[in-house]
């Protein structure tokens, strides 16, 4: 469960901003909140946040932080050394490209507090941090400064690791939980596979066929909200096809040469999935015939929907967080709102799942449907860098007013201002 992101010196993120995924003391809608424990104090997270903004405010920004954040740790114990870390500095001020981009969370795995963070330039880790809250208190697992480390717990086999592995370049967290020492490897557990950041859509119709093929219950509920959402669909047809299968078919027989040379090279020891979508349509005499179709035969936003559902029920079943860029691109608002209600409803969410995304739809700002805490904007400042804030810190929005209006009328900035005449 994710509680807070915070970044320095990314992209447009100049000064450091913050994304807070706790809730406020607003009582609205509680089937919006995961209750979590901090020491003897039950506390609320949030289910969901949106994130509203004018183009190029910063919006993309802030998730491509978080997205570069979980990249390094996943990918950093196969740094080699003197390889440069490809962070992406706030480039409008120079006295910013020779200073550390900083990033931090805090989170709650196996129902334990933790806060890690670190600071790079492109040549070092200049500092990394982990702490936990076993009892309500912050106990260090590990502090770093370049080189210099301090350990409280297990000293003996962390400075045995550090002696070994430390690299410059590497992430000391990855190192630790690559070599199993257990109070490292449980938040990296978290922190590598709980956080599924989507940015660009491609691939990801791919993402639930796989979903599909390798779990029977993602299979049935994704042909479940398929047949919900009304675009015409009434059944999926999944089929594994053996390369052997393919080489060996009277069609392949068929083709040229060359069209054989470049297929055998993409099917060569691998598996081909085949997916059909089946419409269902009456003919004359009202018999019911099945009409299938490929993916790419459908509509857009259909797709953009199949391509969905196989991270979003993953998220559902397994708790993750997930954060996905332009959620309503291609799909219609009620779609949207079905999706977001997925993840508020408690008889849908039952494993502490979470969803932040970003938006132009500003009919989903209804203060029937989220909380104040949960809508955020972005807006860029006079020098060009990216504010984040949220609509709980304009005192005295009552709840009873639009936001959707006020929004757009400039109440709360993170819109654009539109220049000149147009006509």
């Known amino acids: 469960m994710l509680l807070q992101f915070t970044v320095k010196n990314f992209l447009s993120i100049k000064d450091e901003v913050t994304l807070s995924m706790v809730a406020s003391k607003d009582s609205s809608f509680e089937d919006n909140l995961l209750p979590y424990e901090d020491g003897k104090k039950i506390k609320n997270a949030l289910k969901s946040v949106v994130i ?9 920004n802030v998730l491509k932080a978080l997205k570069f954040f979980t990249w390094l740790i996943k990918n950093s114990h196969e740094m080699q050394q003197g390889r440069k870390i490809p962070r992406d500095i706030f480039k409008s001020d120079k006295e910013y490209k020779n200073e550390p981009s900083e990033f931090q969370v805090i989170f709650i795995h196996n129902n334990i507090k933790y806060l890690y963070g670190f600071s790079v330039t492109e040549d070092e880790v200049i500092d990394e941090y982990l702490y936990y809250y076993p009892n309500g208190r912050q106990s260090i697992i590990f502090e770093r400064e370049r080189d210099e480390y301090k350990f409280t717990i297990d000293v003996e086999r962390q400075s045995e690791l550090k002696n070994k592995f430390h690299s410059k370049n590497k992430l000391f967290i990855a190192t630790e939980s690559l070599w199993e020492y257990e109070k490292a490897k449980v938040p990296f557990e978290w922190l590598s596979s709980y956080l599924n950041i989507f940015i660009n859509h491609d691939g990801l119709e791919g993402y639930t066929v796989s979903s599909m093929h390798n779990d029977e219950k993602i299979n049935l509920l994704v042909k479940k909200y398929i047949k919900l959402a009304d ?17 060996n078919s009277d069609v392949f027989k068929l083709l040229s040469e060359d069209v054989k040379s470049q297929l055998l ?15 269902k349509a009456k003919d004359k005499e009202g018999n019911i ?9 459908e509509s857009d936003g259909t797709q953009k929907f199949f391509g969905l559902l196989g991270p979003w029920i993953n998220a559902l079943l397994s708790g993750y967080t997930i954060v996905i860029d332009e959620l309503d691109i291609r799909l219609h608002t009620l779609l949207v709102k079905k999706l977001m209600g997925m993840f508020l409803d408690p008889d849908v969410n039952k494993n502490n799942a979470q969803l932040i995304f970003t938006t132009h739809d500003t009919n989903l700002l209804d203060s029937d449907l989220l909380r104040r805490d949960q809508i955020w904007f972005t807006e860029k400042k006079e020098d060009k860098s990216t504010d984040l804030y949220s609509l709980y810190d304009f005192g005295g929005v009552r709840k009873s007013i639009s936001i959707e209006k006020g929004y757009l009328q400039g109440k709360y900035g993170a819109i654009p201002v539109l220049k000149g005449d147009w006509n």
């Open 52 to 60: 509203y903004g004018a183009n190029a405010s910063g919006k993309t």
């Open 231 to 247: 675009v015409g669909i009434d059944d999926i047809a999944v089929d594994i096809k053996k390369s052997d299968d393919i080489i």
């Open 265 to 279: 090279k993409k099917v060569q020891d691998a598996n081909i999935i085949d997916i059909k979508m089946i419409h």
């Open 289 to 297: 015939t099945n009409y299938k179709f490929d993916i790419d035969e």
